[in-house]
T-cell receptor, first 111, second 116 residues
Framework: DTEVTQTPKHLVMGMTNKKSLKCEQH?????MYWYKQKAKKPPELMFV???????INESVPSRFSPECPNSSLLNLHLHALQPEDSALYLC??????????FGSGTRLTVV | AQSVAQPEDQVNVAEGNPLTVKCTYS??????LFWYVQYPNRGLQFLLK????DNLVKGSYGFEAEFNKSQTSFHLKKPSALVSDSALYFC??????????????WGLGTSLAVNP
């Protein structure tokens, strides 16, 4: 059982579509993260929110737009994606010295 | 440069035998060390961490890891492997930089195959 919930689990979208990935945590963590993971590779950091403010953007293309409405929620808005953006998108949260707790991910396919 | 190395892409072990998955790191300061496991088509699951204290850390599913500061290693071990342990294992190091910012650096992963 995961304490970080991601929806949807699977998403297929066209290159002109707009969609959003959602993440929710109830662990009281004040840092939340979006990662992108390709098959059999380590996750790649995309964005970090700390106390609901964007603190790190790892030079992610603007077709990915993060949003943190409150301390429990994290969204990733997607627009005009490319086929190479197909991947597993992972949300995570953490405390000051904790490891990260990951959600089960959204498997995104761009067609 | 900060880095984490998992020198083996693949580890094969027979069920019931002990297993070791290796991890070494090169990070300045006092790092926090983690192991995660990923089963096919799943997210990453936390196994164990070393922050400070006893060098031998026990974690989930019977796994343990030994922190060795002089060798900058944090190898994952289990006394008796199960077929269900077959998965992809990632070592990660969290370090502090630029004030309160923290980042995880990941190893490339080791695929563990436990043969019945």
């Amino acid at each position: 059982d995961t304490e970080v919930t991601q929806t949807p689990k699977h998403l297929v979208m066209g290159m002109t579509n707009k969609k959003s990935l959602k993440c929710e945590q109830h662990m009281g963590h004040r840092a939340m993260y979006w990662y992108k993971q390709k098959a059999k590779k380590p996750p790649e950091l995309m964005f970090v929110y700390s106390y609901e403010k964007l603190s790190i953007n790892e030079s992610v293309p603007s077709r990915f737009s993060p949003e943190c409405p409150n301390s429990s929620l994290l969204n990733l808005h997607l627009h005009a994606l490319q086929p190479e953006d197909s991947a597993l998108y992972l949300c995570a949260s953490s405390g000051l010295i904790d490891g990260y707790t990951f959600g089960s991910g959204t498997r995104l396919t761009v067609v | 440069a900060q880095s984490v190395a998992q020198p083996e892409d693949q580890v094969n072990v027979a069920e019931g035998n002990p297993l070791t998955v290796k991890c070494t790191y090169s990070v300045s300061g006092n790092p926090y060390l983690f192991w995660y496991v990923q089963y096919p088509n799943r997210g990453l699951q936390f196994l164990l961490k070393y922050i400070t204290g006893d060098n031998l850390v026990k974690g989930s599913y019977g796994f343990e890891a030994e922190f060795n500061k002089s060798q900058t290693s944090f190898h994952l071990k289990k006394p008796s492997a199960l077929v269900s342990d077959s998965a992809l294992y990632f070592c990660a190091v969290r370090f502090q930089y630029a004030g309160n910012n923290r980042k995880l650096i990941w190893g490339l992963g080791t695929s563990l195959a436990v043969n019945p």
